[in-house]
């Protein structure tokens, strides 16, 4: 017997008959049909034809096909119909059905209706019509029987809601009630004698084409599809093909169509819903499994803490994998065993509680911290920083805990260390403090001194040379007046240097009370009181109505002021136009900053490295007098007040001095105290 293999022509034979049989079968069924059916290439060739148009019209399908054109086949005086009737169809896709004379045989015509549509390929390029030809030389439009029978089932079907129809082999309309003729917005008279081409739309009969066929052929059909109305609505219809079998032959079919819309829609909704619940409930799975996923790793792969989980006697039920790298301990050694095993026996009194106690209150108030030392597998220790947190579902009851557990070693020597550190800078500080202080006792023991020792022999200077001025009188000589008048300008020159000297000091250790000043009533004083000083001065002031108001010491920001709108009034002395503004801008880094201008003289800023230094001036004491002082105290104060002070200036081009002060949270409008007013400009 032989066992070998079938050969792949041997398996592939049985394949090639069924494929052979059902091709066979379809073309019988395609040159049986009950109505002709053409195709034609855009030439108007008839490129196929089926056995009914040939036997209609009397010829051969070699005389036909590829050798004739629809023209031939035409009438004369219907062969423009035919061209345009294809031309359209290649132009829009579409055309509607054509009557048309077609020339048997024998002479005579042959009184047919076209139904065409357009066949593409896979590129959308044409390929042929697919043209039904139906013959009404013996159809009669008002062949319709009017019998008493008839008028009781007509009665009763247009009661029906199913749509009813039937249909001859021909596919002529013999029947059809109210529902069926209302869907294609007619009347059932209307389609009594209509072929089914003219019912139904062109781009619907190659979809039901061959269902008609099989159901003339004695198959019925029964499917479900979607198909338009006359008001455009797409409707679902659950479709019934019947063949009407008259003495062993089919005569014709019944069209039986259900609206299944309302159905379908709810089916419709149904499967969306559930396609929605399946979905989200999808993405909510992938959404609980890629945050298991993350939280597992990210458990497994924290490196200074670690999580593990004990249940409410404090025995261990889930050893992690970070558990499991920082104490040491494999899962099947720790698993079941309590907790307590991970804690130091030895903790010198640096944890607060006992392992119990930390349990109890953990479930006591929901989480509790602790730090001290916990153990590893080799029996070394490390400092710990324990967090225990009590799990419970929505009813309130406790599932577990988790023991989240950071290795803090580090931290506690770095602790350490900076306690060491600390206790040593308090030593420090306070050794210097006493420096400090030590300082501050010779500072004062300075400052006493040249208020009273220094300060008197300048007052015998100038007392002893008012008296040589009055005693000599007219009698000295210009030489012996000048060299007095030098020596008294000299010791009023010390003696204000040593009244700045000390401001300056004391402005180093006096407090700042820093209270709500208003700025506007403060500059009004400071420039009426520079006004009654200069009174043969022109000077034009422009002072900002809206300034802020500010947190200070009055008395220190008027004295401010004052310096530097003494310091404008007294470098603008040679100009007749001299104008002083005062005002305040937003700062682009943050906060606010005021200003004092001038058109004075005006410095070289690039040599006024010294500006805020005491005794330091820009200009010789023959062009403007002073001391120096000035600048210096009003920078000191600014600093005091956690300011800072600046300047913009060119030789002959007038002097600005910027300066920072910090604002008031809120700015109410003050009253200025009168008394103050007088102190100030006093």
Known sequence: MDTSAPTPEQQLAPITDELMAALNAARALYDNAPCGLLALDADLRCVNVNQTLLDWLGMDREDVVMFMTLV??????????????????????????LSLMLLRANGDFLQARLTSTAIYDAEGQFLHTSTMVADQGNVSVNHVIDGPKDTILRSITNRIPARLAYYDKN??????????????????????????????????????????????????????????????????FDIHYIPDLQNGSVEGLFIELHDITERRRTEE???????????????????????????????????DYCIYFVDETGAVTEWTESAQRLHGHQRSQIVGQSYETLMCTDNAGEDEV???????????????????WRLREDGSRFWAHTVLTALRNEAGELQALSSITRDMTAAKSLEDVMNDLNRELEKRVAERTQQLVAA????????????????????????????????????????????????????????????????????????????????????????????????????????????????????????????????????????????????????????????????????DLEKAHNLFVMFQRQ????????????????????DRHGGRIWSETAPGAGCT???TLPLENIEPDLAFPESSMVELTA
């Not at 006992?354 to 001290?372: F, I, M, N, T, Y």
């Open 354 to 372: 006992d392992p119990s106690q930390v349990l109890r209150l953990a479930k006591d108030h929901g989480q509790w911290e602790s730090r001290g």
């Open 619 to 638: 200009h010789h004491s023959m062009d403007f007098e002073g001391t120096g002082t000035g600048l210096a105290l009003a920078q000191r104060i600014i």
């Open 657 to 659: 001095f910027y300066f």
């Open 269 to 303: 909704f149904v499967l969306h819903a559930n396609q929605d619940l399946e979905e989200r409930v999808r993405e909510r799975s992938e959404e609980l499994f890629a945050s298991e996923q993350r939280y597992r790793l990210m458990v497994d792969a924290i490196q």
């Open 440 to 603: 501050n006792k010779d500072l004062d023991v300075f400052s006493h001194m040249v208020s009273h020792d220094l300060r008197a022999p300048l007052r015998h200077i100038a007392s002893f040379v008012s008296l040589l001025q009055e005693q000599t009188g007219e009698s000295a000589d210009n030489l012996a007046r000048q060299y007095q008048t030098s020596i008294a300008k000299a010791a009023k020159r010390m003696s204000s240097m040593i009244e700045g000297l000390l401001e300056y000091a004391r402005l180093g250790r006096v407090s700042v009370d820093g209270q709500p000043v208003p700025l506007t009533p403060l500059l009004h004083g400071v420039v009426a009181h520079l006004k009654q000083e200069n009174p043969n001065r022109s000077i034009e002031w422009s002072i900002d109505p809206d300034l802020p108001v500010v947190r200070g010491d009055a008395m220190l920001l008027a004295q401010a002021w004052g310096n530097l709108l003494d310091n404008a009034v007294k470098y603008t002395g040679k100009r007749t136009d001299a104008v002083i503004k005062v005002g305040w801008k937003v700062n682009p880094m943050g906060g606010r900053t005021f200003y004092v201008s001038d058109n004075g003289a005006g410095f």
């Open 171 to 236: 596919l002529i309309c013999r029947f059809a009630n109210n529902a069926h003729a209302q869907r294609y917005a007619k009347e059932p008279e209307d389609m009594v004698g209509s072929h089914l081409s003219e019912v139904v739309r062109p781009e619907v009969l190659p979809e039901i084409m061959p269902r008609v066929l099989a159901t003339l052929s004695g198959q019925a059909q029964n499917f479900e599809a979607a198909r338009k109305g006359a008001d455009g609505e797409l409707n679902y």
């Open 72 to 97: 031939d086949l035409a009438a004369p005086e219907c062969r423009s119909l035919a061209s345009t009737h294809v031309e359209q169809l290649l132009i829009s896709g579409r055309t509607e059905p």
